[in-house]
C-alpha cells in the first residue's frame, strides 16, 4: 500500500478474500473471528495518508449478517457483486442504511451475454433510489479475467454509456452536478463517513508513527465510469 502511495496512486483496491469461508457459524468464535479480519484489514491499510482512498470488493454476496464487521473495515468505498445476486445485496444495504460510499455492481462478469445500456440503466436507476447518487460508484460485479476482450470491451462501453446518460438525466431533472470519480476524490469525503481519524492514533500507538505513516488508501482495478 505505502509502495502504491509513493508511486502516485490516489485510490487504492484492497479486497477481502472471501472471508466468509472460514466464518463460524456461532458463538463466540463468530464474533472474535469478524473482529479479527477487520482489525487485519486496518491494519494493512493504515499506512496510507489520509488523501488515499481506500476500495474494498466484498466478493461474497451474502452480506445481511456482517455488513456491522464490513464497516469494521473503514473502507471509503465498498464494492459488491449485485446482479449476480439478483439485486439481494441492494435490498440488504439499503435495509441497513448502509452510510459509505459503494459500488453495486451493474452486469454479471461471470455471464457471457453482453449487458445492454438500457439493462444497465435500470439497474443504476434502483441503486440511486437506494442510496443518494453521489453515494453510488458505477462498476461491474467484479473482475472481468473471465470474459474475453470482445466482451469486456463492450460491457464497458455500454456500462459507460449506460452512466453518462444517466448521469445527465440526473443533472437535468436535478439541475445539479453529480461529481465524476476525479472531483470526487479533490473534494470533501461524502457527508464526513470517511475512514476513521483514529487511524493516526492507531498508528502512533503501534510504533508507525514517523514518517511515511498516515491513514488508509487502495487502488482499484476494478472499471468505473
Known amino acids: 500500500v505505502r509502495d502504491l502511495e509513493i508511486a502516485g496512486a490516489k ?23 469478524l473482529a479479527f479480519i477487520a482489525e487485519a484489514f486496518r491494519l494493512a491499510t493504515s499506512i496510507a495518508g489520509p488523501h488515499i482512498e481506500i476500495h474494498t470488493h ?36 439499503k435495509n441497513a442504511d448502509f452510510p459509505r460510499r459503494l459500488g453495486l455492481g451493474c452486469f454479471d462478469v461471470h455471464c457471457p451475454v453482453v449487458p445492454s445500456v438500457h439493462d444497465i440503466q435500470q439497474r443504476l436507476r434502483a441503486q440511486i433510489e437506494s442510496f443518494p447518487a453521489e453515494q453510488v460508484i458505477v462498476v461491474p460485479d467484479g473482475p472481468l479475467r473471465t470474459r474475453s476482450w470482445e466482451e469486456v470491451g463492450e460491457a464497458l462501453k455500454n456500462m459507460c454509456t449506460a452512466a453518462k446518460g444517466l448521469r445527465e ?6 439541475r445539479l452536478k453529480v461529481p465524476s470519480l476525479e472531483q470526487s ?11 476513521s481519524a483514529s487511524f493516526d492514533s492507531r498508528n502512533e500507538k503501534a510504533g508507525g508513527g514517523g514518517e511515511g505513516g498516515g491513514g488508509g488508501g487502495s487502488v482499484s482495478t476494478t472499471p468505473r465510469a
Open 58 to 93: 466484498v466478493a461474497y454476496t451474502e452480506v445481511e449478517d456482517c455488513i456491522a464487521a464490513l464497516l469494521d473495515f473503514d473502507a471509503d468505498v465498498y464494492l459488491f457483486e449485485n446482479t449476480r445476486a439478483h439485486d439481494t445485496t441492494r435490498l440488504a444495504l
Open 169 to 174: 438525466e440526473w443533472q437535468e431533472s436535478h
Open 185 to 195: 476524490l479533490k473534494s470533501a469525503s461524502f457527508e464526513g463517513k470517511t475512514r
Open 11 to 33: 485510490v487504492i483496491e484492497v479486497d477481502e478474500l472471501g472471508f466468509r469461508e472460514g466464518l463460524p457459524l456461532r458463538g463466540q468464535k463468530r464474533v472474535d473471528y
